[in-house]
């Protein structure tokens, strides 16, 4: 059964005044890199080992990643400095980084120093870490 809408107005499908108000065009959010790390010594040669992650928090690709720089306080890292390449939003790289076995005495603190660098910019970290 149908029944009259408004007075004047019969039954049935029809639009009325359809009214678009503030249309916003969104555009992504850039790259935005972090870092994370976790520091072990290797059982077999002591060498201190810096696992880094880098990742992309932002809405769009990170190109031409690269560390530039890892440090265990002084002490520069022995491995050569990876291309991460290109990081995807939501996604991450991992370097591994080794330092001598002597660069911290185990149990002191130290920092971990970390430098790259992106197509559009530059990043650098600091982290307070126990040497194991």
């Known amino acids: ?55 992309n928090n932002g809405g769009t690709p990170a190109t031409n990643v690269q560390l530039t720089s890892v440090r265990l306080g002084s002490v520069a890292t022995t491995s050569p400095l990876p291309v991460l390449g290109t990081i995807a939003p939501g996604g991450s790289a991992t370097a591994v980084m080794r330092f001598p076995a002597g660069a911290a005495t185990p149990g002191s603190g130290s920092v971990l120093r970390i430098t790259a660098t992106r197509d559009g910019g530059n990043m650098a970290a600091s982290f307070r870490v126990i040497v194991p």
């Open 1 to 55: 059964m149908c029944t009259d809408l408004r007075p004047g107005h019969i039954c049935g499908v029809s639009v009325d005044n359809v009214v678009i108000r503030n249309v916003i065009s969104v555009a992504p959010s850039p790259a935005l890199l972090s870092f994370d790390q976790t520091v072990a010594r290797d059982p077999v040669t002591n060498e201190i080992i810096a696992t880094i992650t880098v990742t």
